[in-house]
């Protein structure tokens, strides 16, 4: 069982930057995958970013490519996105989700374990 815990989010100015931490539970956390997903109101979750096992195999939504930067740290069991040049269509609230399998997985189904969520809201 993992359990996932996220961090790090708030109000920001559009242009702006924020860092998201998930923190994980269990002994398992480097045999893991990790994604980031996001959900705005009224709309479907999607997928941001998501970061293999081995942390070498990287992928991201379109909409972030080069402004935001997923990134883990297996001795603090903890998963990063940098969030860079924001905007306000990135408001929502992000999820970080962990995988048994190895990744990195752009879909949400591909995900065994679930946080909470945080919320973003980004000011025009």
């Known amino acids: 069982q993992v359990q996932l815990v996220e961090s790090g989010g708030g109000l920001v100015q559009a242009g702006g930057s924020l860092r998201l931490s998930c923190a994980a539970s269990g002994r398992t956390f480097s045999s893991h995958g990790f994604g980031w997903f996001r959900q705005a109101p009224g709309t479907e979750r999607e997928f941001v970013a998501a970061?293999?096992?081995?942390?070498?195999?990287?992928r991201y939504a379109d909409f972030v490519k080069g402004r935001f930067t997923i990134s883990r740290e297996n001795t603090k069991k903890t998963v990063y996105l940098q969030m860079n040049s924001l905007k306000p269509e990135d408001t929502a609230v992000y999820y970080c989700?962990?995988?048994?399998?190895?990744?990195?997985?752009?879909?949400?189904?591909?995900?065994?374990?679930w946080g909470q969520g945080t919320q973003v809201t980004v000011s025009s």
């Open positions: 989700a962990a995988s048994t399998r190895g990744g990195p997985y752009g879909g949400q189904y591909d995900y065994d374990y």
């Open positions: 970061i293999s096992r081995n942390e070498y195999n990287i």
